[in-house]
């Protein structure tokens, strides 16, 4: 658990970049900091583990006041990943990996054993070990970051904007990758960044800060989307922030039977028939057409997007990119189980209003 | 021309040409090994603090300013004939350069890095000895081998002062009004210099990090 | 440093020698390093050849090059073309160098802006290449003067002019201040023409420290 009791930072200049900062992180759980540029993301976290110490207040880490532990030692506790990775250009992805068990005291094979163990935890072969940081990609070189991070098994780790120096794929991959790692590894986490899409996808709770250092609202992500505290809140989440409440919603919504068609086999097509592979997974669709036909790949309209069956957005989403106004539900196989239509889920929208499912 | 070079008997006995060179090499190495252990922690702690640069930049200029003849006239004039002024006047000579790539190297050292070195829990000797110093050496090394270079050709005038060293091929080639000796020493003292900058090139290979050569270069693939 | 004034006469007349021994090579060899210079910028074969040229030469000690001068080009061995030939090369051994790289790094769009509004190569040169190349110019021509300055005192120990002389007279006569003053001498000129050569570089590019 990490305390923030009334922080404020004032550097030499006179800009005060955080202002009497009060906030809980609970342990186990991924905390997002977000807000504009220069709101005092980055100082508020640096306070944490002493790379700046604060004017006045108080932080505790695990009820302990982090200025009375000397700073080198309190850094070896606790993991921090940055944007640029800092990872040491003169030293093996192997040996970066292994710094903070060997200035633990570790002895060297341990410590080799155990970085060779992580790279594989954050999805590296361990192959790259080997290699120096100048010769990762960018993605790759932020996995050895995290991975250094995670190194002496701290229980808290401080992650400045890790992912934002990648393209928007890789990004996305290793959030799943954060949160897959986080449902194993139960640490206390507080992620930075000023994408509110990520603060959304990652956090458990959500730091909104205002320009000025303030605080502007903390708040579960849906409470953020539903209840925003004030205009800037409100605007900083974005305007569609009705269509992504939905993304906090798990509530059902009514399946219906489709008609499937075969490749290659011969059909007569009378309305919208969705066309699967040999495993039931959806290849496309076809509308109706004059006659019996020998279903080919020719004559398929490509479809929208999938419903796994998770979130009312990913339900809506698919009924709304699909060319029937048919959003295909798919089980964990990729086979087709139904079809969701968009009334079907504003429908489910109005009822979990109505049962106080959706936060005001 | 070449002829005094090649004649064997300029090649044995106290004066020959290997007791020359050794003695030459011994300047130039024990001179570089001085100025090294002051110049190096000098540059690298200013370098690492961050303060007191002007007064490096300074006080390098100031001394690449300095005429090693003087400097070493003054010092036999003061403390007598011998060895002394020699390492006095060269090691003046080799501070400046190697004080510089010292502390330009530690200062180029990327500022991420080091935030990370202090992000994992380095202290500041740490951060100093296992980051900044590995990441600066190929400035270091810069900074070093052109003091040798220097080093190598300021060397021979030491024989002015009757030191030993391939200088004396030269000014003894002059007082005889011999060319083929001068010829000899000037010579022997480029080809020295090149051996010199290819040993330390040889080090540098040795001792600076794969992860710090050209991307692309360093270490398999 | 009385020495000085009580022989000011014998002081400005090793001062004019000394400053004309220094300042006559700096410029033939800044001079010759332009176009040696900008043919290494823009040809690896010219690199290939001038580069290592410029490091062996530069090996060579400058006592041995002001001995050995006089024979190679048939001079008398108290002739002052012995000092200047020599410093002249090593001018252009570190010259050649700052020039090139200082070339190299004037930028491709800038170039390619010149030639697209029809610059022709020997303009584009004169007028955009080499004024952007100034600032890393100016400073190469700084260590060059410099070193120049202290290296023209080693003529004397074979007996030419400048303040070398008043170390080798002090040394015979087992005068120190005499020395001394050689020393003063040449540190107050080195910093003299170095200064003068900043204030030159920041008079003649303005914009190089515009915006900061
Ligand atoms: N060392 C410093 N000295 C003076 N002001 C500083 C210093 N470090 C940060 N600041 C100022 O404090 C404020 C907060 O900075 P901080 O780095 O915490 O912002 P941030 O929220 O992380 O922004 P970004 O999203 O751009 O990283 C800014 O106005 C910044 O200019
Ligand atoms: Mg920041």
Not at chain 1, 190 to 209: C, P
Not at chain 1, 246 to 262: G, I, M, N, S
Not at chain 1, 265 to 289: A, I, K, N, Y
Not at chain 3, 143 to 149: E, H
Request: charged residues 15%; aromatic residues 6%; neutral net charge.
């Amino acid at each position: 658990m990490i305390e923030f009791r009334a922080v404020t930072k004032r550097f030499e200049d006179g800009t005060i970049a955080v202002d009497e900062l009060d906030l809980t992180v609970e342990a186990g759980t991924i905390t997002v900091f977000v807000g504009p540029s220069g709101c005092g993301k980055t100082t508020s976290l640096r306070m944490v583990n002493r790379m700046i110490d604060p004017t006045s207040g108080t932080i505790l880490v695990d009820g302990k006041d982090v200025l009375s532990v000397d700073p080198p030692t309190l850094r070896r506790g606790i993991g921090y990943v940055i944007q640029q990775a800092g990872l040491f250009p003169h030293r093996t992805v192997l040996d970066n990996v292994a710094t903070v068990p060997l200035l633990s005291g570790w002895d060297r094979r341990k410590a080799r054993a155990r970085a060779a163990e992580l790279l594989e935890i954050v999805g590296l072969d361990p192959a790259f070990g080997k290699r120096y940081p100048a010769q990762l990609s960018g993605g790759q070189q932020q996995r050895v970051g995290v991975a250094r991070a995670l190194a002496a098994d701290p229980p808290v780790l401080l992650m400045d904007e890790p992912f934002s120096a990648v393209d928007p794929v890789v990004r996305e991959g290793l959030q799943d990758e954060l949160l897959r790692l986080q449902a194993e590894l139960d640490k206390t986490i507080v992620f930075v960044t000023h994408d509110i899409d990520e603060a959304l996808k990652l956090g458990e709770r959500v730091a909104v800060f205002q320009t000025g250092g303030h605080l502007a609202q903390y708040a579960k992500p849906a409470e953020l989307l539903s209840a925003p505290a004030n205009d800037f809140v409100a605007s900083f989440v974005g305007r569609d922030r009705g269509y992504r409440t939905l993304t906090f919603l798990h509530a059902d919504v009514p399946v219906h039977p489709v008609t499937t068609a075969k490749l290659g086999q011969r059909v007569t097509v009378t309305d919208w028939t969705l066309v699967v592979d040999d495993q039931d997974r959806p290849r496309g669709w076809l509308s109706g057409v004059d006659g019996e036909i020998e279903v080919s790949e020719r004559d398929l309209i490509a479809g929208g997007s999938l419903y796994d069956g998770s979130t009312l957005r990913g339900a809506l989403d698919a009924a709304l990119s699909s060319p029937s106004a048919l959003g295909v539900m798919v089980d964990d196989n990729g086979a087709v189980v139904g079809v969701v239509k968009a009334d079907d889920v504003i429908k489910a929208l109005a009822k979990a209003r109505a049962a106080g499912e959706v936060p005001k | 021309m070449g002829g005094w070079l090649f004649d064997p008997a300029h090649w044995s006995g106290p004066t020959g040409i290997p007791v020359r060179l050794l003695e030459h090499l011994g300047y130039t190495l024990m001179t570089l090994l001085i100025a090294a252990v002051i110049a190096i922690p000098l540059g690298a702690f200013v370098g690492h603090t961050g303060k007191g640069g002007f007064v490096v930049v300074g006080l390098s200029n100031a001394l690449r300013a300095l005429p090693t003849t003087a400097v070493l006239i003054l010092v036999v004039l003061w403390a007598g004939l011998g060895d002394f002024p020699v390492y006095v006047a060269l090691v003046l000579l080799a501070i400046p350069p190697i004080m510089a790539g010292a502390y330009a190297g530690i200062r180029a050292v990327d500022p991420v890095t080091v935030d990370a070195a202090r992000g994992v829990g380095m202290r500041e000797s740490g951060v100093l000895l296992k980051v900044e110093i590995p990441n600066a050496l190929p400035l270091i090394y810069g900074g070093f081998r052109g003091a040798a270079l220097q080093v190598v050709a300021t060397a021979t005038i030491a024989a002015y002062t009757g030191a030993g060293g391939l200088g004396r091929l030269v000014f003894d080639g002059l007082a005889l009004q011999e060319f083929g000796q001068m010829l000899a020493g000037a010579v022997l003292v480029a080809l020295l210099a090149v051996l010199v900058d290819l040993g330390f090139a040889g080090l540098q290979r040795l001792t600076v990090s794969p992860g710090l050569r050209p991307v692309g270069t360093g270490g398999k693939t | 440093m009385t020495w000085i004034f009580e022989n000011w006469d014998r002081f400005w007349e090793v001062t004019e020698v000394h400053l004309r021994l220094s300042v006559v090579p700096v410029l033939i060899g800044f001079l010759l390093s332009i176009p040696l210079g900008w043919l290494a910028s823009r040809s690896a074969t010219a690199r290939a050849i001038l580069f290592p040229l410029a490091n062996i030469l530069f090996t060579i000690p400058s006592i041995a090059l002001i001995v050995i001068t006089p024979v190679l080009i048939g001079v008398k061995i108290l002739d002052e073309i012995n000092v200047i030939v020599p410093l002249t090369i090593y001018t252009i051994a570190l010259m050649v160098r700052s020039v090139a790289d200082a070339l190299s790094a004037v930028p491709g769009h800038v170039t390619a802006a010149a030639n697209a509004m029809g610059f022709r190569p020997l303009r584009r040169f004169l007028t955009v290449d080499f004024p952007l190349a100034l600032p890393v110019t100016i400073a190469g021509l700084r260590v060059a003067t410099v070193s120049n300055i202290s290296m023209v005192s080693v003529g004397a120990l074979v007996g030419l002019g400048g303040y070398g002389q008043l170390f080798t007279e002090g040394y015979q006569t087992d005068n120190p201040a005499k020395v001394f003053a050689g020393l003063i001498g040449t540190v107050v000129l080195a910093v003299l023409a170095d200064g003068l050569l900043l204030v030159l570089g920041r008079v003649l590019t303005p914009w190089a420290r515009a915006g900061r």
